[in-house]
């Protein structure tokens, strides 16, 4: 039977549209989030101990102002350098964070990031991660990686000056390896914890935008709102559908901290209109991270960073039972090419490696 055209050509659209926002999801990178049997892992008690001694030594060393910026910047071209680290809704966005799409910066989508930007701290907003004073700052970006079960870092990683967790990484149960103190908590929606757990009224939830749904997540979460049903369909994981935290914990990253990262520090290809799969030019979240961190402190470390995929039957991250062998699975990042700039930024002193997944220099020879 013919259907009318009326009613046709509308639902023809719908089914289309659909059908395309599920082949997108697809070619998204996925979270892994199902557990397996316990894995078989034991830390063995004199390498924790040279763990233990190797942070207290970079906490006790004098610290070095400016020095991973430094080391970064002598990596850019003049004209990438970034010097704010999120954006405010008092300073005028630059034309060039128009010029690629998420999450190198916001082609097309002007009207909802200025929409966004109003609900959102000014400038002279003075957290306490920001450097005010002529204080020399150590920051230490905690990664998931499974090399910190076990270790027992928590009491030493709250001493740093400034905390830096990715997406859901949990405390609690696991604070005696990863702490207790949050200062920032870098997320986009999907990673984000369903339940709010950094219990620091201080701590700051930085927002990252992969793609133009998160922008309204993130205007949702501010005001308490409910998520538009339509955008549901673009969310390739359950998200968060509120969040415990007022307006001026929110911040949203500069777009150009991922874009430096991926084009001038990984020196991946510009984004580029693909109808599948990716071209692995988007950093991880750990190294963005870095980034950031470089732009708040003087002094970076890193904690649980590293893949030993030679290790299949090692943790993956150190709150969930996947093994290493999983990541192999995984085609949204270039994990060798990060590997290689980490290390080349430990061998230069730009950063200092505290569980050794990227470079372990207390280990034995």
Known sequence: ??????????????????????????????????????????????????????????????????NTRLSLSARLPA???????????????????????????FRGLRGKVEDLLKQLPSSDSEPQTDRTSHE???????????????????????????IIRLNSGPLGEFSVDVGNRTSIRVSYPEGTPLHWIDTDKHALFVAVVYKGVDISWISA?????????????????????????????????????IRETALDLLQYPPPRTRLWGS????????VS????????????????????????????????????????KQTSHNVNRETELLQSLFTEGAITDLTGGIHCSFCPR
């Open 1 to 66: 039977m013919r259907l009318p055209k009326c009613w046709a050509a509308p639902r023809c659209v719908l089914v289309v549209v659909v059908a395309l926002g599920l082949l997108w999801m697809v070619s998204l990178p996925r979270t892994e989030t199902e557990t397996s049997k316990p894995l078989d892992w034991h830390v063995d008690h004199a390498h924790r101990k040279q763990v233990h001694e190797h942070v207290r030594s970079v906490l006790e060393s004098p610290c070095r102002p400016g």
């Open 221 to 257: 979460m501010i005001n308490k709102l409910s998520v538009p049903l339509w955008d549901w369909l673009f969310f390739w994981q359950k998200v968060p559908e509120r969040m415990a935290l007022e307006p001026h914990r929110f911040r949203l990253l500069n777009p150009h901290v």
């Open 289 to 328: 991270a870095l980034n950031l961190a470089s732009l708040l402190c003087d002094e970076v470390s890193l904690a649980g960073f590293g893949y030993k995929l030679s290790q299949q039957r090692a943790p993956l991250h150190y709150y969930d039972q996947l093994p290493m062998a999983s990541m192999l």
């Open 136 to 162: 020399c700052r150590r920051c230490v970006v905690i990664g998931n990686g499974g090399i910190l079960r076990g270790l027992e870092l928590g009491q030493l990683i709250d001493r740093f000056d400034t």
């Open 79 to 105: 004209s990438s350098h970034v010097t704010r680290p999120f954006l405010w809704k008092d300073v005028a966005l630059p034309e060039d964070l128009f010029l690629y799409p998420p999450p190198f910066g």
């Open 279 to 286: 071209d692995q030019n988007v950093p991880t979240m750990g």
